[in-house]
């Protein structure tokens, strides 16, 4: 029997570190080939990660909300038939199967160089730390008088770390605090949700300030935790660690802002035949099984107008000095998810019939709100929709993804007066389901003629589906 490291491998993307959302197994767990033993979140998406060999987990190197870089060890498992791990005996310098070292921890972990390692289960320093701590200064080795006393039990991710479930665990992530300074209140020493809203907003104590509990105010003048939606309370700021989705979004969102040049373009469209269209779907039964919208067809009219433009679906390689001619639509669809915003793409949208169009649509956005979305459908977009629409916007001017020429806002619909011109000429005003799109595109790859009909194009097959039949 050996142990034998698993080490996080890369999510997907090139990407190089990654944060432990949840721990699949504990201490003990018999786990088998391609067993899930970890969901890890990444500046993309929720991960859930297959153990590549079977044994008995025999430590987690890695905590719940730790980040850990790609190839870092994570958890030790006890293994038949292998050879052990060539990282226990004493060398100063680490080795990626060294159990001891623990994971590098970005932000937390040793620098290059050290030679600290993580305390192994039973509390005895390993052999390759203490030559480096004798050469430093021989008098730490009284140090290890501690284990008398319980708090020098040893320090293993499950000991450190504040007991939560992972809701709460997840709101204290989202606001930016620390659980383990959070005072619990649960049964057998759980922090609460109520406990994580009141830090938050000031009115409980905290480990780190119960010594002075006169400064935050308690008993009757201590407001009640705040529920979701619910204003801060003026005494506390929240600070939000930026990472994950939100860092890699702003990130992108600059490099787009700063590198394409944008422009903008605005229709308002009478779509009331679209929305008898999408009545007559939702009562087809070839139709049953899937979500109709209105964002179907605007999609399905999205890819029809750019595979007849299709300078449009097109991205700048800086490095080649080339455009590049995009041979399918890539369709993108904003989704605003608990972790931020994320744009998923459906590879070859202009190929698809509308009824798998709509499947694919359905089963993007449910994926994308679950943060199950793999970094593969997140990359290799040409063209995005964002529907404001469903947030009452009418319209507004977005921010291309980098590496594509366009993305089409779609605005709600709405009844609105309409100047309706009749076949004998004559015009009447009527109540019309009307909406607004905007399409932002790079001026590099598209000039103004170019999206002014794209956007036209768009805006005609809404206004009247059957049109597609033209350019048949």
């Given at each position: 029997m050996a142990v034998k490291n698993f080490n996080l491998p890369d999510p997907g993307e090139g990407l190089t570190e990654a944060e432990i959302t949840t721990w699949k197994v504990k201490v003990g767990d018999e786990v088998a080939v391609n067993d899930i033993v970890i969901e890890v979140e990444t500046a993309k998406s929720l991960v859930e990660l297959p153990i590549p060999f079977a044994g008995k987990v025999v430590q987690l190197l890695a905590a719940e909300g730790d980040t850990v870089d790609v190839g870092a060890p994570i958890i030790a498992v006890e293994v038949a038939g292998s050879d052990p791990e060539p990282a226990t005996p004493?060398?100063?310098?680490?080795?990626?199967?060294?159990?001891?070292?623990?994971?590098?921890?970005?932000?937390y972990g040793a620098k290059a160089g050290s030679t600290?390692?993580?305390?192994?289960?039973?509390?005895?320093?390993?052999?390759?730390?203490?030559?480096?701590?004798?050469?430093?200064?021989?008098?730490p080795a009284p140090t290890p008088a501690a284990p008398a006393?319980?708090?020098?039990?040893?320090?293993?991710?499950?000991?450190?770390?504040?007991?939560?479930?992972?809701?709460?665990?997840?709101?204290?992530?989202?606001?930016?605090?620390?659980?383990?300074?959070?005072?619990?209140?649960?049964?057998?020493?759980?922090?609460?949700?109520?406990?994580?809203?009141?830090?938050?907003?000031?009115?409980?104590?905290?480990?780190?300030?119960?010594?002075?509990?006169?400064?935050?105010?308690?008993?009757?003048?201590?407001?009640?935790?705040?529920?979701?939606?619910?204003?801060?309370?003026?005494?506390?700021?929240?600070?939000?660690?930026i990472k994950g989705v939100r860092k890699a979004t702003a990130a992108a969102m600059v490099s787009s802002a700063f590198t394409a040049p944008h422009v903008t373009e605005f229709v308002t469209v009478d779509v009331t035949a679209m929305m008898e269209m999408v009545e007559r779907l939702k009562k087809d039964r070839a139709f049953k099984d899937v979500k109709v919208t209105p964002l179907l067809i605007v999609a399905k009219a999205f890819c029809?107008?750019?595979?007849?433009?299709?300078?449009a679906n097109a991205s700048w390689d800086e490095a080649a000095q080339e455009i590049v001619l995009r041979g399918s639509v890539n369709l993108g669809i904003a989704a605003a998810t608990p972790r931020g915003l994320l744009v998923p793409n459906i590879k070859a949208a202009d190929q698809l019939s509308?009824?798998?169009?709509?499947?694919?649509?359905?089963?993007?956005?449910?994926?994308?709100?679950?943060?199950?979305?793999?970094?593969?459908?997140?990359?290799?977009g040409t063209a995005t929709i964002t529907n404001v629409g469903v947030f009452g916007v009418d319209t507004g001017t977005p921010i291309l993804n980098p590496g594509e020429a366009t993305i089409l806002a779609f605005g709600a619909v709405r009844r609105m007066p309409w100047v309706v011109t009749a076949a004998d000429g004559s015009e009447s005003i009527e109540p019309r389901w009307v909406t607004q799109l905007a399409l932002s595109f790079d001026h590099r790859l598209v000039d103004g003629e170019l999206g002014s009909k794209l956007l036209a194009d768009v805006a005609a097959l809404l206004h009247d589906p059957g049109t597609a039949f033209l350019w048949a």
């Open positions: 004493a060398a100063p310098a680490a080795d990626e199967g060294d159990e001891a070292s623990g994971p590098n921890l970005v932000g600290r390692r993580r305390a192994r289960k039973g509390g005895t320093p390993t052999p390759a730390s203490a030559p480096a701590a004798a050469v430093s200064t021989p008098a006393a319980p708090a020098a039990e040893p320090l293993t991710p499950e000991r450190t770390r504040a007991l939560a479930k992972p809701p709460v665990r997840k709101l204290a992530k989202d606001l930016g605090l620390d659980l383990q300074s959070i005072t619990p209140s649960g049964e057998g020493g759980i922090v609460t949700r109520a406990d994580v809203e009141a830090a938050s907003s000031g009115t409980a104590p905290t480990t780190a300030t119960s010594a002075a509990p006169a400064l935050r105010g308690s008993g009757a003048g201590a407001l009640a935790p705040q529920g979701a939606g619910a204003p801060f309370a003026a005494a506390a700021d929240v600070r939000v660690p029809l107008a750019l595979r007849r433009h299709h300078e509308l009824h798998d169009l709509a499947g694919a649509l359905g089963g993007l956005v449910a994926t994308a709100r679950e943060g199950r979305t793999q970094p593969a459908d997140l990359s290799g």
